[in-house]
């Protein structure tokens, strides 16, 4: 591999004191933050549902199904997110959850038979508000944790993880919660978007080699560096890293190595790196096939790259966004029904926090009214592989067994989905899926 740079009942639980943001946890934040957001894949703009065809109205009716309402004390489930801040804006995640516990309480009996009451905390995206996060759900007697995409997710997972507490994520990329068998449970493939896919599409077009172009920074380099080299030599494919430094304005001369070079490009970066990349590559002529993050692509991406050379770019996709989706059309219905207020939900934050709530339900079903973290930790860990709502396509099942060197993942692959000359998904198509063996 070549390397290159270029320019509730649950009895109280200990405290866990505040660590220090040190390098570590900042390059985790960081890969957080660049790989595993929810980044926006349709276009802009508020698209909740009002009609009775796209879910609101008779339509929703039919899609929310019968009223199933549960009933007794409540139990409660944490949720910790950045809220809106300087470095994000995850205000959507507390809308979307908030909306669909409401969802799960009216039709779905709960937990367990039991309502489920949220309780909510904020981080800011500050480490030591997300440890005192961790904590104040441990002081509050939660029987489980659900985490969005914060950039400090660790932070207020270790406190938890220490005392016992269920912690049910997304995605994540940090070390320690991968490696947890005992009470972490992540709903995203980590090495779908930034391994598998590249590695199957240069299989599926009987190219030798990937070309990755990475933003220069230690935590995205990380996973292309140090897991990727071994899986592309078992593949036969040979695998080149290209590193260059955010804020590049003017990649041509960086593209045009890698276009003399072949195959098939792939780009990992936020949006305006991959806008000067993909920019490079059109002015160099390049015509391979080029990949992407779907970090890469946002409404600003479209506004500066051409349509002819976004067409065709395969990237991953945390959702199932399109108007054809049975889950996109659930999660319009649940939000049209109970979501309170506007927001902004045309990334995918909203529908992953929707897919989060809805797994853990799922994952949970059968539970007794005897709801602890230990009976939580029991049902998620013995739960029959199910549909992943929200991700059309995937399943999931939180055996330890998807990645037995990642226990805590409980998804084996991911959705892709191509382009076209507006820069918009052309359907999404599941890959990399596998049954979880027993």
Known sequence: MAITRQSSDVPPRSRVRRRAAGTRLAGLSLLAAILFSGAACGSSGNDRATGENDGGGAGATALLGPSAVAQGAPVRIGFVTDGRNAVADTTVEAAAANATVAYVNEHRSGIGGRPIELVTCQTLSDPSKGTDCGNEMIEKNVAAVLIGSSTVNESAWKPLHDAGVPVMLFASGGADQLADAESTFILSDPTFGTITLP???????????????????????????????????????????????????????????????????????????????????????????????????????????????????????????????????????????????????????????FTTVMAFRTGTEGITRDVSSESLIAALRSMSAADLTGVDGVRFRCNGKAYPQSPSVCVRGGLTTTLDGDGQPAGYKALGVTPIED
Do not use: W
């Open 199 to 353: 590695l199957r599409l240069a299989k599926d077009r009987h190219a030798s080699k990937v070309t990755a172009v990475v933003i220069d920074v230690p935590a995205a380099l990380n996973l292309v560096n140090n897991v990727a080299p071994k899986l592309f030599e078992k593949a036969g494919v040979g695998l080149e890293v290209v590193a260059v430094p955010p804020g590049t304005a003017d990649m041509t001369p960086q593209m045009q190595r890698v276009a003399d070079g072949g195959g098939i490009v792939f780009i990992v970066g936020n949006d305006s790196f991959c806008i000067s990349a993909m920019n490079g590559l059109r002015a160099v002529g390049f015509d391979g096939q080029v990949s992407a993050v779907s970090q890469c692509v946002t409404d600003a991406t479209r506004k500066a790259v051409p349509g002819d050379a976004l067409e065709g770019t395969v990237i991953a996709a945390t959702a199932s966004a399109g108007s054809d989706s049975p889950s996109k059309k659930l999660y319009d219905a649940v939000m049209a029904t109970y979501a309170k207020g506007d927001f902004d939900d045309s990334g995918n934050s909203g529908m992953n926090m």
